[in-house]
């Protein structure tokens, strides 16, 4: 089942995927005047109960430095319980804008939700192996 809520220009949706698993969809841009919405609304997915965070960012037209911001905050908190975030769907401005700061590891991005999830699949059968 999806949230909604609506951050001025900023409209966040949260699924879950799997147990531990949540869909993170954002529409519209993270920056100064929505950050704290976003932080708001994953910082209960910031628990050690969430393993994995997808950032569908399809339709995500602009990142400021605080949305940056944000966003290491929550890779931070997920890191300290061995969760991960992960990133889909990146447009061509925001994907520059990782590639100018560099604040994500190249193999945290991914084409699509569904390869996200195949990823995360094979890991998870490799550590009950």
Wanted: with cysteine; hydrophobic share 40%.
């Amino acid at each position: 089942m999806g949230v909604r809520e609506n951050a001025m220009s900023l409209e966040i949706v949260v699924t879950e995927r799997h147990a531990g698993t949540y869909l993170v969809t954002m529409e519209g841009r993270l920056d100064t005047n929505t950050y704290f919405d976003f932080d708001e609304k994953i910082a209960p997915l910031l628990t050690g109960s969430a393993r994995v965070l997808i950032l569908d960012m399809a339709k995500l037209d602009y990142i400021s430095s605080m949305g940056l911001r944000s966003i290491n905050l929550a890779r931070k908190a997920m890191k300290s319980h061995e969760g991960h975030v992960v990133f889909t769907n990146l447009q061509p401005l925001i994907q520059k804008i990782f590639e100018i700061v560099s604040p994500l590891p190249e193999e945290a991005v991914f084409a699509g939700v569904e390869e996200a999830d195949r990823y995360f699949d094979c890991l998870q059968k490799k550590e009950s192996e």
